[in-house]
């Protein structure tokens, strides 16, 4: 029975390595810049979809390593961009202190110069690109969408929204958000105002309030804000959405 057992875990360990998406560190330009990022390709054969994948205000940590390993072994080329130049916060106040600190014009130079990065891959289906991400992340996806016009999709999580008519009419992707209805920086009424404007400009928009959940509910580390049941339905509904825009 232990040999059995044995066997078994060790068989199963196999195979969650087979399917394991392969991450490695890359650099490309950004402007004079050399940046750096962590590609995550699927297992088996391109070319593949592929995402701009967008930290929270704690920089690249592991956390979003994960989701990105995730959404690879989703089928999707993932590129976890780093906007903080190789820093990671441990402190609510770092997290501040260098988040005020990223020039806003070359945080926008950084997600073009992924977009390009990820055009530029073989094994990358270059009309089946978008960009995800969280809190911070999630209002530089918005951001994503806005510059880049062949951009095929974007999921925000409880990011910073636009609601100026003129700037969201630029918008050709598909836009999925996520948001909580106790979050005080992002509140319901930002995001049914920002869904109003989509609405009005004829854009194709989705929109999920979760009553009970605050900001960063689908992060564990967020021990107080953690709701798991929303954070697993946010997942489903960002897989679903995904498939529905880059595997169509």
Same mark, same amino acid.
Not at 83 to 100: S, W
Not at 113 to 134: C, H, M, Y
Not at 150 to 172: E, F, M, P, R, S
């Given at each position: 029975?232990?040999?059995?057992?044995?066997?078994?875990?060790?068989?199963?360990?196999?195979?969650?390595?087979?399917?394991?998406?392969?991450?490695?560190?890359?650099?490309?330009?950004?402007?004079?810049?050399?940046?750096?990022?962590?590609?995550?390709?699927?297992?088996?054969?391109?070319?593949?979809?592929?995402?701009?994948?967008?930290?929270?205000?704690? $920089?690249?940590?592991?956390?979003?390593?994960?989701?990105?390993?995730?959404?690879?072994?989703?089928?999707?080329?993932?590129?976890? +961009?780093?906007?903080?130049?190789?820093?990671?916060?441990?402190?609510?106040?770092?997290?501040?202190?260098?988040?005020? $600190?990223?020039?806003?014009?070359?945080?926008?130079?950084?997600?073009?110069?992924?977009?390009?990065?990820?055009?530029?891959?073989?094994?990358?289906?270059?009309?089946?690109?978008?960009?995800?991400?969280?809190?911070?992340? $999630?209002?530089?996806?918005?951001?994503?969408?806005?510059?880049?016009?062949?951009?095929?999709?974007?999921?925000?999580?409880?990011?910073?929204?636009?609601?100026?008519?003129?700037?969201?009419?630029?918008?050709?992707?598909? +836009?999925?958000?996520?948001?909580?209805?106790?979050?005080?920086? +992002?509140?319901?009424?930002?995001?049914?105002?920002?869904?109003?404007?989509?609405?009005?400009?004829?854009?194709?928009?989705?929109?999920? +309030?979760?009553?009970?959940?605050?900001?960063?509910?689908?992060?564990?580390?967020?021990?107080?804000?953690?709701?798991?049941?929303?954070?697993?339905?946010?997942?489903?509904?960002?897989?679903?959405?995904?498939?529905?825009?880059?595997?169509?």
């Amino acid at each position: 029975m232990k040999k059995a057992l044995v066997l078994a875990l060790a068989v199963l360990l196999a195979t969650a390595t087979a399917l394991a998406a392969d991450g490695k560190s890359v650099s490309y330009k950004s402007g004079d810049e050399t940046v750096q990022g962590v590609l995550y390709t699927p297992a088996g054969k391109g070319p593949f979809p592929a995402l701009i994948v967008i930290h929270e205000w704690w $920089g690249l940590n592991d956390w979003v390593k994960d989701q990105a390993s995730k959404l690879a072994d989703q089928g999707y080329a993932s590129l976890a +961009i780093d906007l903080y130049r190789g820093k990671v916060a441990t402190t609510p106040d770092m997290a501040h202190e260098i988040m005020r $600190g990223v020039p806003e014009d070359r945080a926008k130079r950084d997600l073009h110069a992924a977009f390009e990065f990820l055009t530029s891959q073989p094994n990358v289906k270059k009309d089946r690109i978008g960009s995800i991400g969280w809190c911070m992340g $999630g209002g530089y996806s918005l951001d994503v969408a806005l510059q880049e016009s062949t951009l095929a999709a974007t999921v925000i999580n409880y990011g910073h929204l636009a609601t100026d008519a003129d700037a969201l009419k630029k918008i050709n992707a598909p +836009i999925l958000g996520l948001f909580g209805g106790q979050d005080h920086g +992002i509140t319901p009424a930002d995001v049914n105002k920002f869904k109003a404007t989509m609405d009005q400009l004829g854009k194709k928009v989705k929109v999920k +309030i979760y009553d009970d959940a605050g900001h960063a509910f689908e992060n564990p580390n967020n021990k107080d804000g953690y709701r798991a049941a929303d954070a697993a339905d946010a997942w489903t509904r960002t897989v679903d959405f995904l498939a529905g825009t880059l595997k169509k």
